[in-house]
């Protein structure tokens, strides 16, 4: 048997046990060992059992990730979600479809001390969702922005995978977390283009709300400091040079924990529970770490990846084309697979044979963190599409009485608004360097 055939072999198996809901770390490590030991022997294979969950765990700039999951934690536990929802609701409720932007723009902020789609998702959802349900929005409407804007999470900085994206690639995380803002925005402004057109020709999908008073909505506006705050903080420091993103991580998990004592909303409980999520989640990832390392070990003994970047230096197609036949990959591979185990799985493989392409007359590092904010823009994609569309499941799990074939169909003009921004940068490779070519020239 070929090196190449026992390569899609490990990739057919790793496919099949994910069918089987074998967990994913699971399923990129079983095939990814038994691969490397019928290419070695079985003590090659316990040395690098031996070594690589050392050399993975050991890493320093993985330790943002937890920080970050920290943040997010505490920023969920202690309210500040409500005040967000809050505060757009009083500026743009009163329009129709309003309370789904208001929804779509508060996702956005808590996106900025989250870094995790599913928390966005989910604590926008339970503060959202009764409103808009309250107010007459069809369920339909209702879950979909929910599920879409919660891929916020992920778009905005900070973002776990685009972390993720930085350690696998070496590249500055500061410098993508700038790389994607202007995309992130864009996304935002997207999802509340939809909710205006889809209500203009659906209008009985969304009531508008009352407007209220001047005075009330100064004094919502008023209530979103402690989160202006943080992000002004974390972000202000990092890029003003006084602290590392791992020591802004930190600085923001202490922000949000102090903002949710002060709120009177993070009790005992809640912090147990922060804690809790961010250990859980935390192990999660590194797990998947540990399966991806094994499986990328394997494949690298096959010689796939080094195969893969001469075949594709070798066609005679455009660039452009190679690059955007990546990312259909990535929307399709998105049906079955979380944002993360993706990065770790393919990055490894597929970034060599990208870095040898000439995209737009790029340096080396500008196309690497242009093609990582491609990336997570398209694996964003897979959050809401169907069949797994995880950020649906955990937003039908709130809105029990909407069948998630509604939410589905709902979710579909949003889809249209991602390829759309997609396409764009794809071809304007500015907005995504733009405030990386401004802040580290």
Known sequence: MTPSTLGLLMFGAMLLLMALRVPIAAAMFIPGAVGYWAMTNDMALLNTLKGSAVARLSVYDLS??????????????????????????????????GLGMAAVLAAAAFGAVCGSSVATSATIAQV????????????????????????????IPPSVPLVVYAILTEQNIAKLFAAALIPGLLAMAGYIAVIAIVCRFNPELATPAEPLPWNERW??????????????????????????????????????FVAGIAQRELGLEGIKRSFLGAAETSAMVFMIFLGADMMNAALALTQMPAQLAQWVGALHVAPLVIVAAVLLFYVVLGCVM?????????????????????????????KAIWFGILVLMTVGIGLVAPPVGLNVYVVNSIAREVPMSETYK??????????????????????????VWLLFR
């Open 219 to 256: 004094r919502a506006l008023f209530g979103v400091w402690p989160i202006a705050t943080i992000f002004v903080l974390v972000f202000g420091g990092i890029y003003g040079g006084f602290f590392t993103p791992t020591e802004g991580a930190a600085v923001g998990a202490l922000g949000t």
């Open 338 to 366: 979380d944002e993360l185990s993706m990065l770790l799985l393919t990055i490894p493989v597929l970034f060599r044979a990208i870095m040898g392409l000439d995209l737009w007359g790029l340096s080396a590092e500008h």
């Open 128 to 155: 959202a969702y009764p409103e808009m349900k309250a107010h007459g929005y069809h369920g339909r409407l209702s879950t979909a922005v929910l599920a879409t804007g919660g891929t916020l999470g992920i778009l």
């Open 64 to 97: 943002v990730i937890p920080l970050f999951l920290l943040m997010g934690q505490f920023a969920t536990q202690g309210g500040l979600s409500k005040a967000l929802f809050k505060a757009a609701a009083a500026f743009v409720g009163h329009v129709r479809g």
């Open 410 to 435: 709902g979710v579909l003009p949003f889809l249209v608004s991602d390829v759309l921004r997609v396409t764009v940068l794809l071809f304007v490779p500015g907005l995504s360097l733009g405030l």
